[in-house]
């Protein structure tokens, strides 16, 4: 559901981060702002309540030029995890391109997880998407914390989806967020390409694509 202007020569992506209350959807965010070095590389809105958590949306647009001069951007959002504000995640959610799913690694949070994967499930297809086809990574969070759910464990369990392997992360340390960045931009660029000819029409192969969006800055690799 990308917004493509032929006259502008300019595409636009959108990515969602999806999941519960609290598993890290913000942090993430703000980690890839403060970690993320591409060719543009806007300011990063966040909209939260007085206890902390996302109301609206958050939102950090990034962007490169390809060699045909394509204006290629991606805007990375987040919902608000609280049960109540359904509506505004279906809102945010429609016409996603990618979605990174992040689920809480505590041990007493896994019902969470998956009834937030169930609303994700629900609301996918109530905006026309399909979770089967929509490029999505799934990263389990919060893996400093002391009674976690053991990584061999949640591999074990979603082997047999399209979305192994997991992404294991400590957001709050900065830990493991570049990882799942990558490797959602891997997957969208699978179907960016198959819709609009990135490579052949705009010389952006893979590599690129990954490589120049999720690059860090030196300081910040040093």
């Known amino acids: 559901m990308a ?18 209350a609290l598993s890290g959807k913000t942090t993430n965010l703000m980690q890839l702002h403060s970690l993320l070095n591409p060719q543009r590389k806007g300011e990063l809105m966040v909209l939260e309540t007085r206890d902390d958590r996302t109301l609206f949306f958050d939102m950090l647009p990034i962007g490169l030029k390809g060699d045909s001069g394509l204006d290629l951007r991606l805007k990375l959002y987040t919902v608000p995890g609280q049960v109540q504000h359904d509506s505004t995640r279906k809102a945010v959610l429609s016409r996603a391109d990618a979605v990174v799913f992040v689920a809480d690694s505590q041990q007493n949070q896994q019902d969470n997880n998956a009834m937030a994967f169930g609303n994700l499930e629900e609301n996918l297809e109530k905006v026309g998407l399909d979770i089967d086809t929509l490029p999505m990574a799934v990263q389990f969070n919060k893996r400093d914390l002391p009674t976690v759910v053991a990584e061999a464990e949640l591999q074990s369990r979603w082997a047999s989806t399209p979305w192994a392997p997991l992404q294991m992360a400590s957001a709050l340390n900065g830990k493991g967020v570049i990882e799942t960045f990558q490797v959602l931009l891997d997957r969208l660029y699978t179907e960016a390409d198959r819709e609009y000819a990135l490579h052949t029409s705009h010389g952006i192969d893979r590599d690129t694509f990954v490589r120049q969006l999720s690059s860090v800055s030196e300081a910040t690799s040093a």
């Open 3 to 20: 917004d493509y202007s032929p006259e502008e020569n300019r595409l636009a992506l959108k990515v969602v981060f999806y999941g519960p």
